[in-house]
DNA sequence: GCCTAGGTCCCGTCA
DNA sequence: TGACGGGGCCTAGGC
């Protein structure tokens, strides 16, 4: 694959290879002196400083400091990235509709440029997901409860979507809310929601239970959970079940050629 | 400022300028063939592809496909890169703990490094957020209901803290929840949350009332709010009553040097 | 360190 | 398209 490279373009070199990297799909990278502004669901404003700015061919545009996982400023996908010389600065604006949001980078000067073309999968297959802890529940129901039989998936309600619905022993109703982590009151709040939607629709008097399947759950939370009658059953995460090694054993003791 | 860039680099030069970067504190940008494999908190896989990571000096790793804004797989602040040759390709390892947590890129071919002294300001004074609601709020208490009297903010209660809480006009207690945008039924959940917690610490039979605050809600949310005996109130987003219009004076109809 | 909730959350899925 | 909830959410603020 072949990359363009600019080392420190002046404004029309770097305009031209903008307009060259996204007439190709490629996906650039831009190192430079720039203040950012951005104006949509909320407004900001970031003073000058030395970032990296990544757009993408799908109108992603994001503002890269040197600390963070999220970038300091960014524009979703389905933008449309703009480049122009003002006042002696390149601009780069990625603007957006519904919501309506403008993304503005304003370099000063650019140090460099690269631009690639990068394809290649995109998504991945992630294990330890709720579905997958869904998964484990159809398979053996009796770790919500003996005798718990599940009826329904995503059974609708008027409060929202219930993850498993079934009946206990007693062929009573039960919701089952998931949660592939430690809970907080969220969740409880999540799933005492759904039992009062289910218990408007049965016939008055109907007990309808409420089980919340995680791996554990704060103080707080078990206090909510007792005070609304609901139960907390302790599954495990399913990645931790198993032999999750693989990655080390690729990692042989005794690195050559290492750094860092 | 000074860049340092790569162009089809051999893995020894990468690895070689990857030290380089580390030690200087600079932030990396890598373009380059490789797969990617994730063990963690979950787990995850990545098949052959061309694309963007990108390495911060805070321990920052993140690996971007050419689609979203999210990348396909990262590392969060606080890990520690490394690199090494191994089997014929240049692997990049961010490990961390608590959670252990590990990121491997393996790069077939390394196609492009910048590595740059990324610096300046990192964060962005944030307008419209929940909190320049609230302060909206406490200036015009009436908003809220006529008669209302904010007394305290983040007030604790068994489910949680309550954005504000205050009496109306009868000397009852009301609890406030503010949101900055369109809410769910996740929003009456958490208010009907905090509703019920003062209930329980208030004398029998006090009514305790219970407002919502956001721009609009959904009609689940709506019906919810009905039930529960809750109210909302709409007050738009404050960043749609200022003059929004600062960027676009800037951007001056009739652009010349634009592309894109 | 954990807990709690906000976020320009993003994102997939389904009505 | 909007709505709804999950996420390896991330991040800030308390305690």
């Not at 907080?184 to 309808?208: F, H, K, N, W």
């Not at 609304?228 to 050629?257: F, N, P, Q, Y």
Request: charged share 30%.
């Amino acid at each position: 694959m072949s990359v363009v490279s600019l080392h420190e373009p002046s404004h029309r070199e770097t305009l031209w290879e903008l307009e060259a990297a996204f007439a190709r799909g490629d996906t650039v990278s831009v190192f430079g002196e720039c203040t950012v502004e951005y104006d949509g669901r909320a407004a900001s404003s970031l003073g000058p400083g030395a970032r990296l700015l990544v757009l993408k061919p799908d109108g992603t545009a994001l503002v890269h400091t040197d600390e963070g996982r999220t970038p300091v400023n960014w524009q979703p996908p389905g933008s449309e990235h703009r480049a122009a010389v003002r006042d002696g600065r390149l601009r780069v604006r990625s603007t957006r509709t519904n919501p309506s949001e403008t993304l503005n980078v304003r370099f000063s000067a650019v140090d460099h440029l690269a631009a690639y073309a990068v394809t290649g999968g995109r998504s991945v297959d992630v294990v330890g997901s709720e579905a997958d802890l869904k998964a484990r529940i159809l398979e053996e129901p009796s770790l919500v409860a003996d005798g718990f039989e599940p009826q329904a998936t995503e059974r609708e309600t008027d409060a929202g979507p219930v993850d498993v619905f079934g009946v206990d022993a007693d062929g009573h109703p039960v919701v089952v809310e998931l949660k592939r982590r430690r809970v907080g009151p969220d969740a409880v709040g999540q799933l005492a929601r759904y039992v009062s939607a289910v218990e408007r629709e049965e016939p008055d008097g109907t007990p309808v239970g409420g089980v919340l399947v995680a791996p554990s759950v704060t103080d707080r939370a078990a206090e909510l959970l007792a005070e609304e009658g609901l139960d907390h059953v302790a599954v495990d995460r399913l990645v931790a079940e198993t032999d999750g090694t693989e990655l080390e054993e690729t990692d042989v003791v005794g690195d050559d050629d290492t750094v860092g």
